[in-house]
């Protein structure tokens, strides 16, 4: 059986369509850590970002690693998008996120970029390399490796 080019392409794009319904869930839940992590940080609201964390998660930047969620939070009162002084909007562009999804665990990685509102510049640009669990049907983030990313 030979089909038209028109109509083999048709059968990809609707398998491709179901695939992608099959995973919009898990698509919005774990795009929302990305989401919330920068309104967390632009907003200076630790309760928001450490609401992202597993209570057991791990944390690890500067060679160093922070375990449960009141060590993370230290973390995050000492990280630059928090200090008072520091008036910055973070946001990833869309092509600096990637995720795979398996069963009840997740990788998600993103880049973020920090823009200094005050001084019209990117005051930083990290990135998180996350394992992601799924937790009464929410997606937190288990273990977040963070660091400097060098240069855009």
């Known amino acids: 059986l030979v ?80 200090q008072p002084q520091n008036q910055w909007v973070a946001y990833t562009p869309a092509f600096r996120i990637k995720y795979a999804v398996e069963g009840d665990r997740a990788h998600l990685y993103f880049e973020c970029l920090y823009v200094d509102k005050a001084k019209n510049n990117i005051a930083a640009h990290t990135n998180s390399d996350d394992t992601l669990v799924r937790v009464s049907g929410k997606w937190l983030i288990k273990d977040m490796k963070a660091s400097s990313v060098p240069e855009l």
């Open 3 to 82: 089909l038209p080019a028109t109509m083999a392409l048709s059968f990809g794009l609707a398998s491709q369509a179901a695939t992608e319904e099959e995973n919009a869930e898990d698509f919005m839940g774990i795009h929302k850590i990305e989401i919330i992590f920068h309104e967390a940080g632009t907003t200076k609201n630790l309760d928001l970002m450490l609401s992202l964390f597993a209570d057991d998660a791990t944390l690890t930047s500067g060679g160093k690693t922070y375990k449960g969620k009141g060590e993370i939070r230290s973390y995050w009162q000492a990280a630059g998008p928090f």
